[in-house]
T-cell receptor
Framework: DGGITQSPKYLFRKEGQNVTLSCEQN?????MYWYRQDPGQGLRLIYY???????QKGDIAEGYSVSREKKESFPLTVTSAQKNPTAFYLC????????????FGPGTRLTVL | ARKVTQAQTEISVVEKEDVTLDCVYE???????LFWYKQPPSGELVFLIR??????QNEISGRYSWNFQKSTSSFNFTITASQVVDSAVYFC??????????FGTGTQLKVEL
């Protein structure tokens, strides 16, 4: 099946631990994005990548890191430096950047205990 | 700077009523795109429509219709004869020109029997 997969769906982390969220796509899309969603708020961009081995910071990149070693994969690491990591994280892809619609994965809900 | 305003935080209607979700945007770009996404309780965002800034024709897709007015910088979304399955959070977004999407804060629509 074509699409975007995110794992795990629910993730619990102890304060002070790093955790990596997975995002995989088989749509052959060039661009990939990570968003954070908090209750009552819109989506805020964390990082995005237009091509392999290249990525840019979004609006709220502090405390997060990413890599783009393969076109299909764009994992997001939430580091211990992120002061308020509990949120819903959404990964999206776009065929090419700029103007096109983005397709979203099912999301990962991260809770810090 | 780009901005999207969805002033309606939550709307409740009874099934079969018509409902309009408002979206007002701000941008200095002459070329841009407007989007609507639906987020059901499962969390995944579902793409509904993309509108090019040069195309002000209204669009209808089944029970959904969109009214784009550049003069008032608005891109409103109407659901005719609402159904319980329409209950979701709806996001309006602004993008284009190689820039990332800017999302509004979303409107929670509740359709009751």
């Amino acid at each position: 099946d074509g699409g975007i997969t995110q794992s795990p769906k629910y993730l619990f982390r102890k304060e002070g631990q790093n955790v990596t969220l997975s995002c995989e796509q088989n749509l052959n899309h060039d661009a990939m994005y990570w968003y954070r969603q908090d209750p009552g708020q819109g989506l805020r961009l964390i990082y995005y990548s237009q091509i392999v081995n290249d990525f840019q910071k979004g609006d709220i990149a502090e405390g997060y890191s990413v890599s783009r070693e393969k076109k299909e994969s764009f994992p997001l690491t939430v580091t211990s430096a992120q002061k308020n990591p509990t949120a819903f994280y959404l990964c999206a892809t776009e065929r090419t950047t700029g103007g096109g619609e983005q397709f979203f994965g099912p999301g990962t809900r991260l809770t810090v205990l | 700077a780009r901005k999207v305003t969805q002033a309606q935080t939550e709307i409740s209607v009874v099934e079969k009523e018509d409902v309009t979700l408002d979206c007002v945007y701000e941008t200095r770009d002459t070329t841009y795109y407007l989007f609507w996404y639906k987020q059901p309780p499962s969390g995944e965002l579902v793409f509904l429509i993309r509108r090019n800034s040069f195309d002000e024709q209204n669009e209808i897709s089944g029970r959904y219709s969109w009214n784009f007015q550049k003069s008032t910088s608005s891109f409103n979304f109407t659901i005719t004869a609402s159904q319980v399955v329409d209950s979701a959070v709806y996001f309006c977004a602004l993008g284009g020109g190689g820039n990332k999407l800017t999302f509004g804060t979303g409107t929670q629509l509740k359709v009751e029997l």
